[in-house]
């Protein structure tokens, strides 16, 4: 059985030191020398960079900081999403939003479909107070968009990036199955579909994200005022689905042929954070900059 491969620190890295440095402190970003046709890109709120403005809802630059515009078009030179990062890696421009582009257009080097509120559950939707794109829906426009590119790329070549899961586990109350014995079932073996559906539609590089600790995320704690320093259901939800996640994925890529699936270990990122906020120049840990879109 082949190995899965793990990125813990790598990519994320980037991420945080942009955060955590003033523009003329910051590293010169790191370049991969494996080049990708397209990066594709489906997720939530932690990936989403301007689709929810063409899906009506209220205050659409909230995917971004303030020097960052919603439709992409431009070069940001802060606040950057993981999949931004990810495509500055591999040399490429940050991707547009899905929705943005005209019918006119094609996709020319991937595109992000990744919609704030929602999550691998279709149930999810009802219970958000925006409109969103679920997983299921994310791959359908993949899906049209990929069969009516006028741009001739090779899936099997290209990069499927994938952070989704964190809605599903905020909203588990509403959901009915937190008193499930093990998060991982609920939410790895849909994932796994899902991930089977895009390898179908010819994805052969994947890269999964875990969820990072819920429970310690400043709205988390002053939602639910824990007597510990975050909130540990959350954070046992988090962990369940992470530990599930690495089987599920090695054993996608022992019985798809050709495929590949590396983890981003995004909890391991988050939880040197959480412990050692100076260490990355973050000196306040406790409150939210941004209102969740879950209730």
């Known amino acids: 059985m082949m190995k899965l491969a793990y990125i813990s620190f790598l990519l ?3 991420l945080l030191v942009n ?19 397209a990066l594709f890109v489906f997720g939530d709120s932690w990936v989403d960079n301007g689709n929810g ?15 960052f515009k919603v439709d992409n ?3 940001p030179p802060m606040e950057k999403t993981m999949a931004d990062f990810i495509a500055r890696t591999f040399g490429m ?34 219970y958000t107070f925006v409109n969103c794109m679920d997983l299921d829906e994310q791959i359908m426009l993949f ?8 741009n001739s790329f090779d899936l099997s070549k290209s990069l499927i990036f994938i952070n989704m899961g964190q809605n599903d586990m905020d909203l588990n109350k509403k959901l009915g199955y937190d008193a499930s014995p093990d998060m991982g079932q609920y939410l790895a073996e849909p994932l796994s579909k899902r991930l089977q559906v895009l ?15 819920l ?13 510990t320093r975050c909130v540990e259901r959350l954070n046992k939800l988090a962990s369940q689905f992470n530990n599930y996640l690495p089987q599920m994925l090695e054993d996608l890529q022992s019985t798809l042929p050709g495929s590949n699936f590396v983890l981003l270990d995004v909890y391991k990122v988050f939880e040197d954070v959480f412990s050692e906020p100076s260490s990355y120049g973050i000196s306040d840990i406790s409150h939210s900059c941004f209102a969740p879109l879950i209730p």
Not at 21 to 33: C, G, I
Not at 53 to 67: Q, W
Not at 143 to 150: C, P, Q
Not at 199 to 213: A, E, I, Q, T
């Open 199 to 213: 390898y179908d539609l010819g994805g052969r590089k994947f890269l999964v994200s875990n969820v990072l600790p």
């Open 19 to 37: 955060y955590s440095h003033v523009a003329s402190d910051r590293p010169r970003p790191f370049k991969s020398n494996i080049s990708i046709p």
């Open 73 to 75: 078009r431009s070069e």
């Open 53 to 67: 403005k063409y899906l009506g809802n209220p205050n659409p630059s909230s995917a971004y900081g303030v020097d």
């Open 93 to 126: 421009p940050c991707l547009p939003p899905f929705l943005s582009l005209k019918k006119s257009e094609s996709i020319q080097f991937g595109a992000n479909y990744a919609s704030a509120g929602c999550g691998i559950l279709p149930d999810i939707k009802q």
């Open 12 to 14: 994320c890295y980037f």
């Open 215 to 227: 429970g310690c995320r400043p709205f988390s704690i002053s939602q639910e005022k824990p007597t």
């Open 143 to 150: 899906k049209s968009s990929v069969e009516n590119s006028r």
